[in-house]
């Protein structure tokens, strides 16, 4: 069974930094597209950033871009998210995504395999 596990969430005051990790269990995704959404209430699911199999390209949001950095290591089946200099219009739940066929996609809908998410609170 797949799973992939978020952690690292949590409030945090504008300004600040926290540091996302996204477990994978059940199989390897070391040939797979990795990828960050989130959602904030009343929203639609939005793209943060996407990373390639080797971790040689990445993609962010313009809303994230200069902030953020996502990166994975293989070994680990893990891919990680650096959030800094964060604004509250961050706040949303947090997902992890993997796809099962694609080595590089910013496409949600080519994403199988999701995170149960892990919130991420920015006061002002």
């Known amino acids: 069974q797949v799973q992939l596990v978020e952690s690292g969430g949590g409030l945090v005051q504008a300004g600040g930094s926290l540091r996302l990790s996204c477990a994978a269990s059940?199989?390897?995704?070391?040939?797979?597209?990795m990828a960050w959404f989130r959602q904030a209430p009343g929203k639609e699911r939005q793209f943060v950033a996407t990373?390639?199999?080797?971790?040689?390209?990445?993609v962010y949001a313009d809303s994230v871009k200069g902030r953020f950095t996502i990166s994975r290591d293989n070994a680990k089946n893990t891919v990680y998210l650096q959030m800094n200099s964060l604004e509250p219009e961050d706040t949303s739940v947090y997902y992890c995504?993997?796809?099962?066929?694609?080595?590089?996609?910013?496409?949600?809908?080519?994403?199988?395999?999701w995170g149960q998410g892990t919130q991420v609170t920015v006061s002002s």
């Open positions: 059940g199989r390897t995704f070391s040939y797979s597209a």
């Open positions: 990373i390639s199999w080797s971790g040689g390209s990445t």
């Open positions: 995504a993997a796809s099962g066929l694609y080595s590089f996609t910013t496409n949600s809908h080519d994403y199988d395999y």
